[in-house]
């Protein structure tokens, strides 16, 4: 496994940072990482949601039997101060996520398809009271139907999310499940 090859680095993306990842980077795969799973157990009381009126935005939740499909970006050594600076701003803002190195597999699109290289992940802390996985399938549509923070409503962020993930063929029975319940609550 590789971790610092030549000094270049791997950041593994579950959610937004898939398709709004904020840095350069040298190569973009498609991954599994193996033992989390992609959820809205993340309370949100700055972005989609209010103190009065939490929303819920996607993490990565610990899970042993569950694997999540994500991209992973290579980045250049040359610009690993930076990205580490800017993951570091945007992901830990709150501390409600752990930032971990663990493995990932490498997909598809490349030379290396099914190389295990190790990722910086960033998971749910589960004892952060940001932490929202006891809701219900059912608490979480309505919490996200009816929550807007100062980014906008918590709706347009969890179809933003499903639309995204649809469009790079990532299927995600979890949230396909949750997207049924969020329509029949609207």
Not at 6 to 26: A, E, I, N, Q, R
Not at 82 to 107: H, M, N, Q
Request: aromatic share 12%.
């Amino acid at each position: 496994m590789t971790y610092w090859k030549d000094g270049d680095f791997w950041v593994f993306g579950y959610g937004s940072l898939m398709w709004k990842t904020g840095f350069d980077y040298l190569e973009r795969r498609v991954a599994i990482l193996n033992g989390y799973q992609r959820a809205f157990r993340l309370t949100s009381v700055r972005y989609r949601g209010t103190e009065e009126q939490p929303g819920l935005v996607v993490g990565l939740d610990w899970a042993p039997e569950a694997s999540c499909i994500g991209l992973a970006f290579r980045v250049c050594a040359s610009e690993a101060d930076d990205v580490r600076a800017y993951l570091s701003e945007r992901e830990l803002v709150t501390r409600s996520y752990f930032e971990i190195c663990t493995p990932v597999t490498l997909l598809c699109d490349g030379p290396s398809q099914g190389e295990t290289v190790d990722a910086i992940c960033y998971v749910l802390d589960r004892t952060h009271e940001q932490y929202a996985g006891q809701l219900s399938t059912q608490e979480q549509a309505e919490r996200i139907c009816r929550a807007c923070g100062p980014m906008g409503p918590n709706i347009e962020y969890f179809e933003n999310t499903i639309a995204h993930l649809a469009a790079m063929g990532i299927e995600d029975p979890a949230l396909l499940d949750l997207a049924e319940k969020v329509r029949t609550h609207r």
